[in-house]
């Protein structure tokens, strides 16, 4: 089928070549004699495109055979009328798209670009069929273009027409071989599948699913560099580094490659009564650039489990060490670290912690860091009773990137000091460089007792979490075995081999690439950029450290679900972010360029406008 035609006689050589006996009204619907584009030939032939009559002379050939070829006219962004091209055609038709190259220079280019376009489109791509334009021997960009599309593209290749000289029935049936077998399976549809799937067997993490079941899914299939690639081809910049973990980008060759290797040299084996090569070495890594006096390292899975580890010890070793009144925790307000009971006890966001609170245990909730002469006051008068005061130092990310006042974390290392009192960081989410430094308590040069690692250990690779310790807390534990007072504590995967590779090869990249020195002037300008979201009267305020960005919206209610709606129009921009409420998170990978960086703060500028423009004219005061 050729649907429109402007000028020339292929409708009825192909009626001729193919003896095909149907009426040519329904091989080619629509045809005027000047050859121009369709959108501009069919009005100066004082005629329209009428699609109704192409669709309805498609399903007549539909009717009568296996398969329908329809020519695409010239492309797929060929205009047929004002704003409706060939794609659109072929979306109202429910076509799968084949595509024909030349072959030659030029063309790896010419076809990458009209699959991403027909991927972009929600259109599904069945292959590309080369054409030889010359009848000589094949030169060797016709040679490799194929193989090369096949990779990039990842399309199949169906094969290549050799050039014709007569152009006879005969000669195309002995010339033309195509791989018959791909162009005849339906090809299903694969993100439809797996979106449907997702909804059928997978409860997602903080989720409302029941908002989950109604929308539509975005399917991850793989990714580069900065960006995220879904099951259409589409790409998304990762905005929030796959929730705060990725490091140098996805994909990153030295980390590929030392997971590789390690698959072959030994993917697990535990720490429970054998030590193994890669945590040995990490481990050893981590104390070198580590905080000053932390000696000890504990592994587990995740940020939850790191904390959870660390108030264990805490707790256990003013037991241990026959202070067993030492008990209580003290946390900030507004803290997050992490889901299982123990971290969740000492969370201090009721959205997610009051649902679970006959389930956790009594802690102190210290709720005012800009008068660290409260704390005092609170260490002073219950020390005897405390274990240790936990924080995230500088932000508290969760919270929506609460920032502490200068100087605060310095003095509440010395109050710590002072009483005898654990400091317990968790830089699950602000460690390996996310502040700009390796780990936010240098930026107050603080070595706390115990430190918490996780979300960026591995570059976003691989769950594994680091806690570590004091020697002084270390030796707490070291009594005889009859004593019974070991610590009881290890999960099954704990120090597994390959996460570690993984962590191993991500540091070796901060020396190499000289990560946080080439990061300082992407932090500056972030911070330029983000200063003319003052412009914009919804946005109450914009807090940064290093490349963490909250950017607040007020006075909405949270019922709005502001920030979410912010994040749906980012996302048709091809920019994927995850709010926290109200409060819209900027937390890229390192790797990050200023040109993506730039990208990334417009269109989160222009969505913020767009989606809270209509509040402001319906007359909300957002100050
Ligand atoms: C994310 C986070 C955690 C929890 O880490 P998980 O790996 O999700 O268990 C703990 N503390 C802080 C500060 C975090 O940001």
């Known amino acids: 089928m050729k649907p429109v035609q402007c000028g020339g006689r292929d409708a009825q050589w192909l009626k001729k ?123 060797f960009p016709e040679q490799t273009n194929p193989q090369e599309i096949a990779k990039i593209g990842n399309v199949p290749i169906l094969g290549t027409i050799p050039y014709l000289k007569n152009k006879t029935q005969k000669e195309i049936l002995k010339k033309c071989h195509l791989d018959l077998e791909v162009l005849l399976t339906p090809q299903k549809n694969r993100t439809l599948e797996l979106q449907a799937w997702d909804k059928q067997y997978i409860w997602h993490p903080f989720t409302q699913m029941k908002d989950w079941l109604a929308d539509e899914t975005l399917v991850i299939d793989r990714a580069a560099g900065n960006y995220l690639i879904d099951t259409d081809g589409r790409r998304y910049l990762d905005g929030v580094s796959s929730l705060w973990v990725n490091v140098h980008g996805h994909r990153k060759k030295e980390i590929d490659q030392a997971v590789k290797k390690q698959i072959d040299q030994l993917s697990h084996s535990t720490l429970l009564g054998l030590a193994n090569t890669p ?34 010890m805490a707790y256990q070793y003013w037991q241990n060490s026959g202070r067993p009144e030492k008990k209580t925790l003290v946390h900030l ?166 996460a570690c590779a993984a962590a191993l090869a991500n540091l070796e990249i901060f020396e190499k690439e000289k990560t946080l020195e080439k990061l300082q002037p992407k932090i500056k300008f972030l911070e330029k950029e983000l200063r003319k979201f003052k412009d914009l009267s919804c946005v109450t305020e914009i807090r940064q450290l290093g490349m963490m960005v909250g950017i607040e919206l007020g006075l909405f209610s949270w019922e709005e679900r502001i920030g979410a709606k912010v994040c749906q129009k980012v996302r048709e921009r091809g920019v994927i972010l995850r709010p926290l409420g109200n409060v819209i998170v900027l937390m890229p990978p390192l790797s990050i360029t200023m040109e993506e960086l730039k990208y990334l703060v417009d269109t989160v500028y222009w969505s913020i406008k767009e989606v809270t423009e209509l509040y402001v004219v319906a007359g909300l005061k957002c100050r």
């Open 333 to 498: 307000a507004n803290s997050y670290h992490g889901d299982t009971l123990g971290s969740v006890s000492i969370g201090g966001i009721d959205l997610f912690h009051k649902v679970y609170k006959d389930l956790i245990f009594k802690t102190i909730t210290f709720d005012s860091l800009q008068n660290l002469e409260k704390l005092e006051e609170l260490f002073k008068a219950s020390h005897n009773a405390i274990a240790a005061f936990v924080v995230e130092p500088l932000i508290q990310g969760a919270a929506g990137m609460l920032l502490w006042p200068q100087g605060a974390l310095r003095r509440v290392r010395e109050l710590c000091t002072q009483y005898d009192i654990f400091l317990i960081a968790d830089e699950v989410a602000t460690g390996f460089g996310r502040t700009g430094k390796m780990f936010a308590c240098e930026h107050e040069d603080v070595t706390p007792d115990i430190l918490c690692l996780a979300k960026g250990l591995t570059g976003g690779y691989l769950p594994l979490a680091a806690t570590l310790t004091t020697q002084r807390i270390f030796d707490g534990f070291v009594f005889d075995y009859k004593d019974q007072k070991t610590f009881f504590h290890g999960h099954t995967y704990t120090g597994n081999p390959l």
């Open 17 to 139: 070549i193919l003896q095909l006996n149907d009426p040519l009204k329904d091989i080619n619907p629509c045809f005027v004699a000047e050859p121009l584009s369709p959108h501009l030939a069919f009005p100066r032939a004082k005629q329209q495109i009428d699609i109704a009559k192409i669709i309805a002379a498609y399903q007549e050939l539909q009717k009568k055979y296996d398969i329908v070829l329809v020519e695409g006219a010239g492309g797929l962004m060929v205009p047929l009328a004002e704003h409706y091209f060939v794609a659109d055609l072929a979306r109202d038709l429910n076509l799968e798209i084949i595509i024909v190259s030349r072959l030659g220079l030029g063309t790896i280019n010419h076809t990458l670009l009209t699959i991403e376009q027909a991927r972009g489109r929600g259109l599904s791509v069945k292959g590309v069929v080369f054409s030889k334009i010359k009848n000589k021997k094949a030169t």
């Open 279 to 312: 945590s040995v070495e990490l481990a050893k890594k981590l104390i070198e650039i580590a905080p000053a006096d932390l000696k000890k390292v504990f592994y587990s899975d995740n940020g939850s489990t790191a904390v959870e580890v660390a108030i264990k």
